[in-house]
Each structure stands twice: as C-alpha cells, then as structure tokens.
C-alpha cells in the first residue's frame, strides 16, 4: 500500500521560511516523479515543484521559482520542500504526490499524480 506523509506545515510571517517533508512508503521510489501541489479554498489544486527522483531533475511554478527549493533523499525516500521569503498569497494546503510516469514531471499537472498525502497546512501572514 502506498503512503506518503506530509509534515512540516505551520504559520509563519511574510518573508519567512519554512521546510516541508514527505516520506513515501509502499513504493519503489527510484524512477518517479515526486511533487508538491497545493490549494487554497476555492481555487484549483496547483503545482509547485517536482522532481525525478532517479537523476534529481527538479521543476518549478513560475509563482515559486528562485524562493522555493524541492529536494530528496533518496535513502530514506523522503523529498522535501524548502520554502524561502514566503508570501501571503502562498497561504494553501499543501500536499505531496507520486507519479508513476516520471516523463510527465515537467508538467507539474495535478491530474497525472496517482498517490496523494493528507496534506500540510501553510498560513502566512502579512
């Protein structure tokens, strides 16, 4: 059975960090693509960052790009999301999937995500 855990999530002031982790378990996690999504209520589920977890090929929302950083470890099968001068618009629940078809990475689509986490929550005030 595959899972993936989210933790990481809190409230933080505009232009603070946080670091968000997810653990992936039930999978082989070599030759997939790992990503964080979010959504704020109301709004479509957006991605934020993937990563093909073989050659650590990473890929960005144009809205996150030089403030956000996805990585891994690829022992402890665990990829996390490093998020830098955040803002309040970044305020979502944030969530961790697994795609199977690591070629589809580029396109931070929600839709081609097969596993999903519970989520974390993400509240940034100004």
């Known amino acids: 059975q595959v899972q993936l855990a989210e933790s990481g999530g809190g409230s933080v002031q505009a232009g603070g960090s946080l670091r968000l982790s997810c653990v992936v378990s039930?999978?082989?996690?070599?030759?997939?693509?790992m990503g964080w999504f979010r959504q704020a209520p109301g709004k479509e589920r957006e991605g934020v960052a993937t990563?093909?977890?073989?050659?650590?090929?990473?890929y960005y929302a144009d809205s996150v790009k030089g403030r956000f950083t996805i990585s891994q470890d690829n022992a402890k099968k665990t990829v996390f999301l490093q998020m830098n001068s955040l803002k309040p618009e970044d305020t979502s629940m944030y969530y961790c999937?697994?795609?199977?078809?690591?070629?589809?990475?580029?396109?931070?689509?929600?839709?081609?995500?097969?596993?999903w986490g519970q989520g974390t929550q993400v509240t940034v005030s100004s």
């Open positions: 999937a697994v795609n199977l078809q690591p070629y589809l990475c580029a396109d931070l689509r929600a839709s081609d995500y097969e596993y």
């Open positions: 039930g999978i082989t996690y070599s030759g997939r693509c």
């Open positions: 990563i093909y977890t073989s050659y650590g090929y990473t």
